[in-house]
């Protein structure tokens, strides 16, 4: 967001007063930022917890949408989102643009025009203004322009039409993702959301493509994949997504997140030209060869797959898969919640050499760490605890421009159940890999551990002004 050609760590939290704030640590200003609305807007309105970074102006600045709502009246609410421009000094909180009249439900970025600029892609979050018409949720891209987003020429895209036969409700948009999946150059559109059939049980989950193109996201040649009856199996939808190259054959790949699905799975699918489909896919969980742990059998599940992030954490050059499992027990602890990397390889994450991340990882039978972790991994003494949900969001980031990745985890409850009601809670922990064995272009996985480097709390943002309460509500990745 300032040009350095290093990424910021950004982190929600809610506070009092004030609701929703966004942290932003910068990789090379001697600052931090802390969002809430802008001085210029109305008294009532308020920050939300959706919020996406990307170059919207084509300035060669991340910049950075964040949702937002103020209320008009007693349960009248009016919706849009503040654009605050990146810039040499960082985010610029003085000239904050606002787009009103749009009901965030997701956010994403990426240039689906190919024009140098990004769009915003915005989904209702499946809602359905017109609860008789035959839509139930849309997604409305704003364009790029040298002056940033705009709402003039905006799209709005639905499910395709004609619905697929059978089909009587729907939930479109709950999720979205960009990225360019068939490899023309142009980023293309994901939407996800779940489909009901003619009965009760028929509701599954349905990932839909829309490719880029010089007008923007195209309705034509649209590509969809399904669970149920495409694949004869899974009938619970997809909740999260991310789109990374992560085979480097030129085409980004979509992984979908399926934490409700038998303990959690994610799903990678290889991009193509032809667009989704199930011919390039694999199914990873806790019982690939490869990958530790187990999948929980209690109500929750682990939730494996919650969160995901995609970036090389290892250094060999490939991007690696992180997986949050943020209600996974932990020894005899609930909730406790885990993070697992899958390395990637030149097919993509095959599960083969992952490492687990939970907050007894100290304990574990490793040798010493290396020297240079030392001063970190001595201040780190959480141990598990119930509900700490250790997971439930993370990031992989280029926050010092050399060598291998950071890794981010979120503990959104960390503290909650073991102090007074009201009192401040959540954690966002620094990782890194000590990989001994790490050698590049190795045919078979390093042996890697997680080392926790730093650790941040409420207590870290005292001097704001106000009290975060919530700390650790949202990660910003890549």
């Given at each position: 967001m300032?040009?350095d050609g ?8 809610s506070?009092s ?6 942290h932003v640590?910068y ?5 931090r930022?802390t969002?809430t609305a802008p001085?210029?807007?109305e008294p009532?309105?308020?920050?939300s917890?959706q919020f996406?970074a ?10 950075l ?9 007693q349960?009248?609410?009016?919706h849009?989102?503040?654009v605050?421009d990146g810039?040499?000094g960082?985010l610029?909180r003085?000239?904050v643009?606002y787009l009103a009249?749009l009901?965030?439900g997701a956010?994403a970025s990426?240039?689906l025009n190919?024009?140098g600029?990004?769009e915003l892609?915005?989904t ?6 017109d609860?008789?018409?035959p ?5 409305t891209?704003l364009?790029?322009t040298r002056n940033g987003?705009?709402l003039?020429g905006?799209v ?5 039409v004609p619905?697929?036969s059978?089909?009587v409700e729907?939930n ?7 990225g360019?999946?068939?490899?023309d150059g142009?980023?293309d559109l994901?939407?996800n959301?779940?489909?009901?059939g003619?009965t009760?049980s028929d509701?599954h989950?349905?990932?839909?493509l ?5 007008n923007?996201?195209s309705?034509?040649n649209?590509t969809?994949?399904e669970g149920q009856?495409d ?6 939808p997809v ?5 990374s ?5 030129g085409?980004e790949?979509?992984?979908l997140g ?5 303990g959690g799975r994610?799903i ?11 011919a390039?896919h694999?199914?990873i ?8 742990g187990?999948p929980?059998?209690?109500s929750?599940g682990?939730?494996?797959g ?5 970036g090389?954490?290892?250094g060999?050059?490939i ?7 943020m ?9 406790a919640?885990s993070v697992?990397?899958?390395p990637g390889?030149p097919q993509g994450?095959?599960g ?11 304990a574990r039978?490793w040798?010493k760490?290396q020297?240079e ?5 001595s201040a780190?003494s959480?141990?598990?605890e119930p509900g ?9 980031l ?6 291998p990745?950071e ?8 503290d909650?159940?073991?102090?007074a009601p009201?009192?401040p809670y ?9 990989a ?5 272009g190795s045919s ?7 080392v926790?480097v ?10 704001l002004?106000?009290?975060v309460?919530h700390?650790?509500?949202g990660?910003?990745?890549n």
């Amino acid at each position: 967001m300032d040009g350095d050609g290093k990424d910021e760590l950004v982190i929600g939290s809610s506070a009092s007063p004030g609701g929703f704030v966004l942290h932003v640590q910068y990789s090379r200003l001697p600052r931090r930022d802390t969002l809430t609305a802008p001085a210029t807007a109305e008294p009532t309105h308020k920050l939300s917890h959706q919020f996406a970074a990307g170059d919207f102006n084509g300035d060669g600045f991340q910049d950075l949408a964040v949702a937002s709502y103020r209320t008009l009246s007693q349960g009248v609410f009016e919706h849009g989102i503040f654009v605050y421009d990146g810039g040499s000094g960082g985010l610029d909180r003085d000239h904050v643009k606002y787009l009103a009249g749009l009901h965030v439900g997701a956010l994403a970025s990426g240039d689906l025009n190919n024009d140098g600029r990004d769009e915003l892609a915005v989904t209702d979050g499946g809602a359905n203004p017109d609860r008789d018409g035959p839509f139930r949720g849309s997604v409305t891209v704003l364009s790029g322009t040298r002056n940033g987003l705009t709402l003039d020429g905006s799209v709005k895209v639905y499910q395709v039409v004609p619905r697929w036969s059978g089909l009587v409700e729907e939930n479109f948009g709950t999720q979205l993702a960009m990225g360019d999946f068939t490899g023309d150059g142009y980023d293309d559109l994901v939407v996800n959301g779940s489909r009901r059939g003619t009965t009760e049980s028929d509701w599954h989950g349905m990932v839909t493509l829309f490719p880029g193109s010089v007008n923007g996201p195209s309705v034509a040649n649209v590509t969809k994949i399904e669970g149920q009856s495409d694949t004869g199996g899974d009938s619970i939808p997809v909740d999260v997504m991310v789109m990374s190259d992560m085979d480097q054959d030129g085409r980004e790949d979509l992984v979908l997140g399926l934490p409700r699905s038998s303990g959690g799975r994610v799903i990678y699918i290889r991009g193509a030209v032809s667009g989704l489909g199930w011919a390039q896919h694999r199914v990873i969980d806790q019982d690939t060869p490869g990958v530790p742990g187990q999948p929980d059998n209690d109500s929750n599940g682990g939730l494996f797959g919650h969160s995901l992030a995609t970036g090389d954490a290892t250094g060999d050059g490939i991007p690696d898969l992180l997986v949050g499992a943020m209600a996974m027990t932990v020894g005899a602890v609930a909730d406790a919640g885990s993070v697992t990397l899958i390395p990637g390889t030149p097919q993509g994450p095959t599960g083969a050499g992952s490492a687990i991340y939970t907050q007894n990882v100290v304990a574990r039978n490793w040798p010493k760490p290396q020297a240079e972790f030392e001063d970190w991994v001595s201040a780190i003494s959480d141990r598990p605890e119930p509900g700490d949900y250790l997971g439930s969001s993370v990031a992989i980031l280029d926050l010092d421009g050399t060598g291998p990745l950071e890794m981010f985890a979120e503990s959104k409850f960390e503290d909650i159940w073991q102090q007074a009601p009201g009192e401040p809670y959540g954690l966002v922990t620094t990782l890194r890999l000590q990989a001994p064995t790490l050698r590049r272009g190795s045919s078979q996985p390093p042996a890697f551990r997680f080392v926790p480097v730093k650790q941040q709390r409420p207590a870290d943002f005292s001097d704001l002004g106000f009290r975060v309460v919530h700390f650790g509500y949202g990660l910003l990745s890549n």
